[in-house]
């Protein structure tokens, strides 16, 4: 009797697994990587020395900022300083405020920067943008994309002095009473992923 269940049995099992076949549909999201290459320890310091009463002598221009991208996905750069003045090395009462320097980014990769047409759309490229302790955007992609390695996304940071450029800023500053000395700030550089997409 038991030889007579028992392959009805494991009949009964064997069917009932080729009727439950599970089927699974798995997806995955990859996420562009993102790589800013630049000396961590960069910091911003100048030297000032009053001449008179609305003349001022840069003692020591501050250093251009060498730095690259590489990335597999499209991405934005915004620059900020680390706090609102910039502070004189011996003397951290004597402060000037951050947007007295300004900067410009060039372009040395093989990506363009002609605009939102091109590979990356520069904001600095015809003028000098103040430096903020805020975040402002400056690179961003374009249509043509700005995906690659370091030699796509190759960049110089160059800082400019506000009144150089604008008379106007002069007597601003003059304003301030800037005292000699060497001043410092740290800033910032933030790379992120772009959410712009444009049509083919």
């Known amino acids: 009797m038991y030889l007579i269940i028992l392959p009805f049995i494991l009949m009964s099992l064997i069917s009932f697994a080729q009727e439950t076949n599970l089927e699974m549909n798995m997806e995955a999201r990859l ?45 934005n750069l915004s620059i900020s300083a680390a706090e609102p003045y910039f502070t004189d090395i011996n003397d951290s009462t ?8 300004g900067y410009t980014i060039e372009n040395r990769g093989n990506n363009w920067d002609n605009g939102i047409f091109s590979h990356i759309a520069n904001r600095s490229k015809d003028t000098i943008l103040p430096l903020r302790h ?51 700030d740290g800033f910032y550089i933030t790379l992120s992923e772009s959410k712009t997409h444009y049509k083919k």
């Open 31 to 75: 996420e562009p990587v993102l790589i800013l290459n630049i000396n961590p320890d960069t910091k911003i310091e100048f030297g000032i020395k009053k001449v008179n009463d609305n003349l001022y002598e840069i003692t020591k221009k501050p250093n251009d900022i060498n730095f690259s991208v590489e990335s597999t996905g499209n991405w």
């Open 134 to 184: 805020e975040k402002t955007l400056v690179l961003t992609n374009g249509r043509r994309n700005n995906i690659g390695g370091h030699s796509r996304n190759s960049f110089i940071l160059r800082w400019k002095f506000i009144f150089e450029d604008e008379l106007s800023k002069m007597a601003e500053f003059s304003n301030l009473s800037i005292e000699d000395g060497y001043y410092v």
């Open 94 to 101: 004597k402060k000037i405020p951050v947007d007295f320097l």
